[in-house]
């Protein structure tokens, strides 16, 4: 079986783009640690992994961080395609 990657998520807690993305990990039963940042002193970690904005949500997954909310959500689906949350083309009906 392969090692599943760690998985942080590092937010603030009044963000509700952060809640967006904690709701995704949590419907998908996905174990991740939650690292709540300053956004007046921003860390390194943030620094980093949010090259361009240096904004959260970012979710870490193993060393690839991926920011932005709904790019999160669409990495989730790819990543953990069991418990889709986005509709896929498939899924849309054509009237």
Same mark, same amino acid.
């Given at each position: 079986?392969?090692?599943?990657?760690?998985?942080?998520?590092?937010?603030?807690?009044?963000?509700?783009?952060?809640?967006?993305?904690?709701?995704? &990990?949590? =419907?998908?039963? !996905?174990?991740?640690?939650?690292? %709540?940042?300053? +956004?007046?002193?921003?860390?390194?970690?943030?620094?980093?992994?949010?090259?361009?904005?240096?904004?959260?949500?970012?979710?870490?997954?193993?060393?690839?961080?991926?920011?932005?909310?709904? &790019?999160? =959500?669409?990495? !989730?689906?790819?990543?953990?395609? %069991?418990?889709? +949350?986005?509709?896929?083309?498939?899924?849309?009906?054509?009237?």
């Amino acid at each position: 079986m392969a090692k599943e990657h760690k998985v942080r998520l590092l937010g603030t807690w009044r963000s509700p783009f952060v809640y967006r993305v904690r709701l995704a &990990v949590k =419907l998908n039963g !996905i174990e991740y640690e939650c690292i %709540e940042v300053d +956004l007046k002193n921003k860390s390194p970690l943030l620094l980093e992994s949010n090259l361009v904005h240096k904004l959260v949500p970012v979710l870490i997954h193993g060393n690839n961080p991926v920011s932005e909310s709904s &790019v999160i =959500l669409e990495f !989730i689906d790819e990543t953990w395609p %069991e418990n889709p +949350l986005m509709p896929h083309d498939h899924d849309i009906a054509v009237a």
